[in-house]
């Protein structure tokens, strides 16, 4: 994977964040407000967080947002954006944030199927793409590829377990034999089937770890988001769906792992705190400062691995036929 990143006239990265509102764009900001001196941000869109959109254009004098939703486009409060700010209206706006010229690097934090066109702009535009859309890879991986291929353009995967699995593979690619990527188990982890057929998407929403948005906690309850994510991983690094395993850990300090041919394993481990992968995506290829409070592993205390119950969640085992199957199916499988 090449790394042919452009830079600006003060040597900082220019940053579109899309989707800038969500869970992931707010703590892109926050990578960004804390790193000022090696970040810009130079465009930012929302759905329709017309409110937000504007006071984080005002912080960062952003030249550039969009709004997806049309219906809010006559929204009062945008009349409030930074004089000379350029404001783009629906979905196409959003993706000519990415292909613009005053931009190095598109952070794609669009939730669902949504992002992989913005996704597809920054590939073919040749920027570096940052994604925490994996809805992206799962619909489209093959194109993606293809096009980061033809273009040179790259990708640094934002979510987690597959950051982690890169920084792992870093220098020792050739060698490995296999991926584990780790889930928490989300708000159902240890619950049988029969348990679960009575379950209500509030209970879903009580992740034990992590604050993230709805869509993807109540994926992380069924264990879908894990579904989803194996499929991203076999995308990312070119494998079958049997090379690449998933273990519960309850804890989320191990992100994921590598197993080596010669029979070790390298694990990234680190706070469960989303600002880790978003900044070292958006820093590669060097942090020289603390992007979240140092691991205490003594603190932890324990670390704890269990097999994934595919009876109770079967999300893994249909996500493994669709790879088998190719074909569109993971398309089929992310619709349903």
């Not at 264990?223 to 690449?244: D, R």
């Amino acid at each position: 994977m090449s790394f042919q990143t452009t830079y600006g006239p003060d040597g900082r990265l220019r940053v579109a964040i899309l989707g800038c509102t969500g869970s992931i764009g707010t703590q892109a900001l926050d990578v960004c407000r804390q790193h000022a001196d090696r970040l810009q941000v130079t465009a930012l869109s929302v759905n329709s967080s017309t409110s937000e959109l504007v006071a984080a254009a005002r912080e960062f004098s952003v030249p550039a947002v969009a709004v997806a939703d049309v219906a809010h486009g006559d929204d009062a409060v945008l009349q409030e954006l930074p004089e000379g700010t350029k404001l783009g209206l629906g979905a196409q706006a959003v993706c000519e944030l990415a292909r613009r010229d005053d931009v190095d690097c598109v952070l794609v934090a669009i939730v669902g199927a949504a992002g992989l066109e913005a996704s597809h702009a920054a590939l073919t535009s040749n920027k570096r793409l940052a994604l925490a859309n994996k809805e992206s890879l799962v619909l489209a991986g093959d194109l993606l590829r293809y096009v980061c291929a033809a273009t040179g353009a790259s990708i640094l995967p934002v979510d987690s377990e597959h950051f982690a699995i890169f920084d792992c593979l870093c220098g020792r690619g050739d060698d490995a034999d296999h991926l584990i990527l780790t889930a928490s188990g989300g708000a159902f982890r240890g619950r049988k089937k029969e348990e679960l057929a009575s379950v209500t998407p509030a209970q879903a929403l009580r992740h034990p770890n992590w604050n993230m948005g709805a869509k993807i906690t109540v994926d992380s309850g069924t264990l879908m988001n894990k579904a989803l994510e194996l499929i991203e991983a076999c995308q990312l690094y070119g494998l079958s769906e049997e090379k690449v395993r998933v273990l519960v850990h309850p804890q989320s300090i191990v992100h994921s792992l590598v197993a080596f041919r010669d029979g070790s394993q390298l694990a990234q481990l680190g706070v469960p705190d989303m600002r880790l992968p978003i900044g070292a995506c958006l820093l590669w290829p060097r942090v020289e400062s603390p992007l979240v409070a140092p691991l205490d592993l003594a603190a932890v205390g324990t670390l704890t691995f269990e097999n994934v119950d595919d009876e109770a969640f079967p999300a893994l085992t249909l996500a493994r036929r669709a790879l088998r199957v190719r074909s569109g199916m993971c398309v089929v499988l992310n619709g349903a």
